[in-house]
């Protein structure tokens, strides 16, 4: 298939990149300035299908550079990064990898929500700086069976977490679009209004402008000074400034966060914090779950090259 032009914008995991390497004419965009826009001047119309990552995507202004792109290959479930409302618009076809990440991802959030609520990174340090010799016992921290639990976006991964939380007994809402149907958790109309019925707020809505700052200074300040906010989502979600805000001043308990505003870029003034567990974007970051979400991401691209369609396609 050395004749179909495959684009990869961004690193790509090795297994993904040496195969789209070996089976397709496959150019990487040059990450930026005028050796990108010279690429894009010269290659850009040679260009049929974009393999990319959630990290990188496909914007609106390299999409308009690529006059005729069939599909956008994403590695990744979220695809906020690319322009789905153009791609829609001009029939381009986008897939990402959703349902296989599923469990590491939810994994992910309930390791962030045991370990702010009863401090087990934050204890490790204690351990390690000598102050159990020096000082006695850890402090008392909070217990994370049997809350009351808010997911904000039921979907595909919310579902796992609540799933994963029934069995520590949490109490579980959620808030999304519009009801999920079949599911007995109780559904609140407003991110206010899940904020201010749970005691533990996590945030596992899909990233890009409909859901963008949804987590406002409102909705933390509902969350309370008892409570704490989980977010495994995208940093887009929460407002970033409201949130080291209300941490400062108490007025949140403590927050578990794998994503950001501006990653890799963590506000400087949580790095102190106790009560704060910050992780470098692994939700998904396991092994067995990348591979997955490779072969899945392969499976995407032979298959559109095979007869135009893809197994997980994104619906605008
Ligand atoms: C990946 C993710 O880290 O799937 C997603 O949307 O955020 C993560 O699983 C990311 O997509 C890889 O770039």
Not at 94 to 120: H, I, W
Request: net charge negative.
């Amino acid at each position: 298939m050395k004749n179909i032009a495959v684009l990869q914008v961004g690193p790509l995991m090795p297994a993904v990149q040496d195969s789209i390497r070996s089976e397709y004419n496959t150019l990487r965009l040059p990450d930026a300035g005028t050796e990108r826009e010279e690429f894009l001047h010269q290659q850009g119309a040679s260009v049929e299908i974009a393999v990319t990552s959630g990290k990188f995507g496909v914007g609106t202004e390299l999409m308009g550079a690529l006059p005729n792109l069939r599909a956008v290959i994403n590695f990744g479930v979220g695809y906020d990064t690319t322009d789905v409302a153009q791609a829609a618009a001009r029939g381009i076809t986008v897939s990402n990898t959703p349902d296989v990440l599923n469990d590491c991802v939810a994994d992910t959030a309930v390791a962030l929500y045991l370990d702010v609520l009863r401090q087990v990174s934050a204890a490790d340090r204690f351990v390690r700086r000598g102050d159990w010799l020096s000082k006695g016992n850890y402090p008392l921290a909070t217990k994370a069976s049997g809350k009351r639990v808010g997911i904000l976006g039921l979907g595909r991964i919310g579902r796992v977490i609540a799933r994963r939380l029934e069995g520590f007994d949490c109490d579980i809402s959620y808030h999304s679009r519009n009801p999920v149907a079949g599911v007995g958790y109780e559904y609140k109309a407003s991110p206010v209004e899940l904020a201010a019925g749970c005691d533990v707020l996590i945030v596992a809505a899909a990233g890009g402008p409909e859901s963008a700052r949804l987590v406002n200074a409102e909705v933390i300040e509902a969350i309370g000074p008892q409570g704490y906010l989980i977010n495994i989502a995208r940093g887009s979600v929460v407002d970033e400034d409201a949130l080291v805000a209300a941490l400062l001043a108490g007025r949140l308990a403590g927050a578990g966060l794998d994503v950001f505003a501006d990653e890799p870029k963590v506000p400087e003034d949580l790095l102190g914090l106790d009560n704060v567990v910050l992780l470098p974007h692994l939700g998904s970051g396991t092994h067995e779950t990348r591979a997955a979400m490779a072969e899945l991401t392969l499976a995407n691209l032979r298959q559109f090259v095979a007869d135009g369609t893809v197994l997980t396609a994104v619906e605008a």
